[in-house]
């Protein structure tokens, strides 16, 4: 598996509109031009000031789930993704069955790969939920 690191994947990465880097505004600076991509909107994680109707978060997953809140905010009810190294197993559970968000873990000693970038192509988030409880 070749990791996702030269311009060639670009146009599979512009496709899937994604924008949201811990990287916060140094995506825009290092990680764009590398791959020939337009500047993207930022998600601010750091400094983050929990807001009402946040969503609830156990004790011990605060840390690893922080960045949970501020990609919902983002989003505002539209469909996303969320490609990550660090993304908490049970959000990812919660998660399987809706079809309007795709939390996508990454392994970080490899980095993004084709295979990620397939998946979100072939079946990337809708409107449309399989399950309307599931949350």
Same mark, same amino acid.
């Given at each position: #598996?070749?990791?996702?690191?030269?311009?060639?994947?670009?146009?599979?990465?512009?496709?899937?509109?994604?924008?949201?880097?811990?990287?916060?505004?140094?995506?825009? %600076?290092?990680?764009?031009?590398?791959?020939?991509?337009?500047?993207?909107?930022?998600?601010?994680?750091?400094?983050?000031?929990?807001?009402?109707?946040?969503?609830?978060?156990?004790? #011990?997953?605060?840390?690893?789930?922080?960045?949970?809140?501020?990609?919902?905010?983002?989003?505002?009810?539209?469909?996303?993704?969320?490609?990550?190294?660090?993304?908490?197993?049970?959000?990812?559970?919660?998660?399987?069955?809706?079809?309007?968000?795709?939390?996508?873990?990454?392994?970080?000693?490899?980095?993004?790969?084709? %295979?990620?970038?397939?998946?979100?192509?072939?079946?990337?988030?809708?409107?449309?939920?399989?399950?309307?409880?599931?949350?």
């Amino acid at each position: #598996m070749a990791p996702l690191s030269s311009q060639e994947h670009a146009p599979a990465l512009w496709r899937c509109k994604g924008g949201a880097f811990s990287w916060e505004e140094r995506a825009n %600076e290092h990680i764009g031009p590398l791959l020939g991509l337009p500047e993207l909107p930022v998600v601010v994680f750091s400094g983050y000031v929990p807001q009402p109707g946040d969503p609830r978060v156990p004790l #011990m997953e605060l840390f690893s789930a922080a960045k949970w809140a501020p990609l919902l905010r983002h989003a505002q009810g539209r469909p996303f993704a969320w490609v990550d190294d660090c993304i908490p197993p049970r959000l990812v559970r919660r998660s399987v069955l809706r079809t309007d968000r795709l939390l996508l873990p990454v392994d970080p000693a490899q980095g993004l790969q084709r %295979e990620h970038v397939d998946r979100l192509l072939h079946r990337p988030p809708s409107r449309v939920r399989l399950n309307p409880w599931a949350c």
